[in-house]
């Protein structure tokens, strides 16, 4: 039987507003790691998993909404910290419904033990699951879920 090339598995890691100043941004809430510091370690847990990356950060909510439209038949999932569009973003829900894309939500804190208006997530009502508190390790949790839970489709 002639062997089949495996089709590589991509996965979009998506970061919104204000997250490229990690390290240096609210270091007491957002931890020091930088979002490249992030995007290495999850590129060596990518490498664990077998599939590849395409990461993407932009400060703007159409930004963000024309990337997952671009990732439309591109990426199988993505792992999304929208930063505070998390809270504000239907238009953001909408793309990923838009697109039939699955996707782990991210935050770095702990939004539920911070003011009001972080408690609710416009996403995590769509979202295969959310991780959230967990810091820069949170990262790694939500894409091998999100692996894991694609695997099992
Ligand atoms: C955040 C939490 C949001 O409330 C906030 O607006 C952010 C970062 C987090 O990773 O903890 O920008 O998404």
């Known amino acids: 039987m002639a062997e089949r090339a495996r089709e590589s598995v991509i996965i979009g890691i998506l970061h919104g507003p204000n ?15 930088t979002l490249d510091d992030i995007t290495a370690s999850l ?8 599939v590849e990356l395409r990461v993407a950060q932009s400060n703007s909510e159409g930004t963000l909404i ?6 439309r ?3 199988r999932g993505v792992v999304v910290n929208a930063g505070a569009y998390a809270h504000t973003s239907l238009a953001l829900r909408d793309a990923f419904a838009a697109t039939s894309l699955p996707f782990v939500e991210i935050h770095l804190s702990n939004v539920y033990a911070r003011e009001a208006e972080r408690h609710h997530s416009m996403l995590a009502g769509a979202a295969i699951g959310t991780v959230t508190g967990l810091g820069a390790q949170g990262y790694e949790f939500a894409l091998r879920g999100l692996v894991s839970a694609l695997r099992q489709r």
Not at 19 to 33: D, F, K, Q, V
Not at 43 to 50: F, I, P, Q, S, W
């Open 19 to 33: 997250l490229n100043l990690l390290g240096t941004r609210e270091p007491h809430l957002y931890g020091t790691a």
């Open 43 to 50: 590129t060596r847990v990518a490498a664990d998993l077998g």
């Open 66 to 71: 024309d990337i997952v439209h671009e990732w």
């Open 73 to 75: 038949g591109l990426v």
